[in-house]
């Protein structure tokens, strides 16, 4: 990548806008421009630590310093935002979801085309290292054929924040978490997915789900199943994998967890144990001869790789790793899993 700095201007500094101007100006190879934010006091914030801020949206599309416009304000507003960014002919990486649904996002791929500039969405979780090692093992066949992978993501305290509770905002749990979970499932595979069964919560009593659990059928057979959880004091692992040749368990980000291969599954002389009342063989625990237990993989990971992909690209070095297709992809997932879990019905799709 050349030496030079690329330009990145913030709108919203709310949480995920303050994430991004951290990493930013850590960053040798980008120039935070600034920010801006309806919020006069999110605004005096940002001044307050040195960053300089703008008084319009308009003011900021038109700083020629600025190259890339990233978008961190709420889903409602990411479509109109991006689409007069991207007349302005800047480049733009949108927050997730990028959209509230495939007719915004189609807009604004369409806009992308038209004024030749880069559109992406922060999927950030393509960096996490628990889904890093989940891909390693699906690639190298670790467990064999994986057949089934359960993701979840579980916490006790409802959903947070305002405009998250909300429809009009573009809030829930689908939209919030699932565009990870979904994101993270559809790149193991390019198999289409022919159907979806999806049961969304609202435990907490909000008008949008605080949860949900979807069922993902692959037309290779491969099945996933995501889940959010809001509310909830015991957590389940956040991934359980499935194989022909083994079964891994990775429990919290921090990669707990582990991997059980099958040796020898020829096996079938083993008594039966006991299993509450009663006895069982099918149940019967497997020992060292016929199982080889292993750590799970730890991949070193950078989530500034995003931006340097950005950078690269737009030096004609590189190619987009969060493409508008997947994008795209994911957001068709997460309408079907919207509708599945609206009329409870098995959905089938061609995803
Ligand atoms: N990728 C991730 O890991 C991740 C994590 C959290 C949030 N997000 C996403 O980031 C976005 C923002 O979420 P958040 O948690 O930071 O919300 P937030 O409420 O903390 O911040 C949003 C900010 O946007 C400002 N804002 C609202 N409308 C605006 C407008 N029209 N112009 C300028 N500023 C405006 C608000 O004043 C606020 O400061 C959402 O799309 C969310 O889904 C992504």
Same mark, same amino acid.
């Given at each position: ?64 310093? *600025?190259?890339?416009?990233?978008? $961190?304000?709420? @889903?409602?507003?990411?479509? !109109?935002?991006? %689409? /007069? =960014? ?5 480049? *733009?990486?949108?927050?997730?979801? $990028?959209?509230? @649904?495939?007719?915004?996002? !189609?807009?604004? %791929? /369409? =806009? ?23 891909? /390693? ?215």
């Amino acid at each position: 990548m050349t030496e030079r700095k690329y330009g990145v201007a913030v709108i919203g500094y709310g949480g995920m806008g303050s994430w991004h101007v951290k990493e930013l100006l850590e960053m040798k190879e980008a120039e935070l421009c600034g920010v801006y934010d309806i919020d006069p006091d999110k605004i005096e914030k940002a001044q307050s630590l040195g960053i300089h801020t703008y008084t319009s949206l308009e003011e900021l599309l038109a700083d020629d310093r *600025v190259w890339i416009v990233t978008i $961190a304000t709420p @889903n409602d507003t990411h479509c !109109s935002i991006a %689409i /007069q =960014a991207m007349q302005m002919k800047k480049n *733009v990486v949108c927050e997730k979801p $990028a959209a509230m @649904n495939t007719r915004e996002l !189609s807009e604004m %791929i /369409q =806009a992308s085309e038209d004024n030749h500039v880069i559109f992406t969405a922060h999927h950030n979780r393509r960096w996490d290292q628990d889904y890093l090692a989940v891909k /390693q093992m699906y690639d190298q066949n670790t467990l064999g054929r994986i057949f089934n992978i359960e993701s979840r993501i579980q916490g006790s305290r409802g959903i947070f924040g305002d405009w998250r509770k909300t429809r009009e905002h573009g809030g829930g749990m689908v939209m919030d978490w699932g565009v990870h979970l979904f994101d993270q499932l559809l790149t193991l595979t390019k198999e289409k997915i022919v159907s979806v069964y999806a049961q969304l919560s609202y435990v907490t009593g909000h008008e949008v789900d605080d949860g949900f659990k979807a069922v993902i059928q692959f037309a290779d057979g491969f099945v996933c199943q995501a889940e959010v959880n809001t509310y909830t004091f015991i957590n389940l692992p956040r991934w359980y994998l499935q194989g022909e040749k083994g079964t891994a368990i990775i429990n919290d980000w921090e990669l707990e967890g582990k991997i059980v291969q099958i040796l020898d599954d020829s096996d079938d002389n083993v008594e039966p144990v006991a299993a509450a009342s009663g006895i069982s063989r099918t149940v019967a625990p497997r020992d060292e001869r016929t199982v080889k237990e292993s750590k799970i993989p730890h991949i070193s990971s950078n989530v500034q790789e995003f931006y340097q992909n950005i950078f690269g690209t737009l030096d004609g070095e590189d190619s987009l790793i969060v493409k508008p297709d997947e994008i795209m992809r994911c957001m068709k997932l997460m309408e079907v899993v919207i509708y599945a879990g609206e009329v409870n019905e098995v959905t089938h799709c061609t995803i």
